[in-house]
């Protein structure tokens, strides 16, 4: 069995004799060679060229006996390609092209169909991906839930409190329904359009979805996400991860994800008792640990492994991305680790 095969078996539930491995941001500012091709192009650059985004998506492949490969982009790429770009901002975090308030704002914005043309780019970088890989291990493209990414385009950049987008949830929701209807028709065309490009797994971040009240997670999140699984190939896999939505699980379970990725605050195995036997999960050893010893990413991951052993559907990855303070003996360690285990 290879890491593809792997990785759609664990997708598909099936009993494994370890779990495939992948990382969260595992293509990234960790990595010396990534730092290096970082310092002759910018980051918006790296993303919209087939390329350097092929090359950067297979930079940790190439230290790493990693199942998987994640697709080397940004969930904000459907905002700019609604009209609403983004940039970094040099004291830290995203900065957006202005921001959505009003009705005439949504309506201001492109049309889903949009996306085909405008993120060619990304089509054509999971194809050049694709044929790299060929057929040995899986291909996973992304992206952001329509509720994350209106958080970003409502506050007009990185926020700390989501005031606005809280805010126009409660108090004109029609305002907020009409921008997530846009949202949720442009990732339907995206994600359809890196299933045709090759993906073999598609994995929505919903990484602001634990800030809104627990009661409002299905108006707010949950609701679009099941338009979105429902409008994607059936039994296609759809990995949910949803930061801090730990009492959401049942719910998210019912989403039509195939795999809930869980954040490093939940009980792995208790989380794989409580969820259906048909659905997987993913996760979640805390990424800190890759900062610290090998020795001691060596105990924790054993022992998080350990703790699910014999469970079917079980994915093995951060509890979120990997920070660029990680160590190379640590991730080298984790993969060491995970590859030479045995239910």
């Not at 980051?43 to 080397?72: G, S, W």
């Not at 049309?111 to 970088?125: F, S």
């Not at 990185?158 to 809280?166: G, L």
């Amino acid at each position: 069995m290879n890491s593809r095969e792997r990785f759609l078996a664990a997708c598909a539930g099936r009993p494994l004799d370890r779990p495939p491995l992948w990382v969260m941001r595992q293509a990234g500012r960790y990595l010396p060679e990534y730092r290096e091709l970082k310092a002759r192009s910018s980051f918006l650059h790296l993303v919209r060229t087939p390329e350097l985004a092929t090359e950067v998506t297979l930079q940790p492949l190439r230290r790493f006996a990693l199942d998987a490969a994640i697709l080397f982009s940004d969930i904000l790429v459907i905002p700019e390609a609604l009209g609403q770009g983004y940039q970094f901002r040099d004291t830290g975090g995203i900065a957006m092209e202005g921001r959505i308030a009003t009705r005439a704002d949504v309506e201001k914005l492109a049309p889903a169909a949009a996306v085909t043309e405008r993120l060619e780019y990304v089509a054509a970088a999971l194809r050049l991906i694709r044929g790299e890989l060929a057929g040995k291990r899986a291909l996973l493209g992304f992206g952001g839930s329509p509720w994350t990414l209106a958080t970003y385009m409502v506050e007009g950049g990185s926020s700390e409190d989501f005031e606005r987008v809280k805010l126009l949830f409660y108090t004109d929701r029609g305002t907020f329904d009409a921008l997530l209807e846009r949202l949720t028709e442009a990732l339907i065309t995206y994600f359809r359009m890196q299933i045709a490009a090759g993906a073999d797994a598609i994995q929505i971040f919903d990484s602001w979805g634990g800030i809104i009240a627990g009661q409002d997670y299905e108006a707010a999140s949950l609701r679009w996400i099941r338009r979105i699984t429902a409008a994607l190939p059936p039994d296609f896999p759809v990995i949910l991860y949803a930061k801090g939505t730990t009492p959401q699980l049942a719910a998210q379970a019912d989403a039509g994800v195939r795999v809930i990725s869980v954040d490093w605050t939940a009980e792995l195995a208790a989380v794989r008792r409580a969820l259906p036997p048909a659905i997987g999960v993913q996760g979640n050893l805390d990424p800190v640990l890759m900062t610290t010893t090998p020795d001691l990413v060596h105990r924790e991951t054993a022992r998080l492994l350990e703790a699910m052993r014999g469970s079917a559907g079980h994915i093995f990855n951060l509890g979120h991305g990997i920070t660029p303070q990680a160590r190379i003996e640590c991730m080298e360690t984790l993969v060491a680790t995970v590859t030479g285990w045995k239910n």
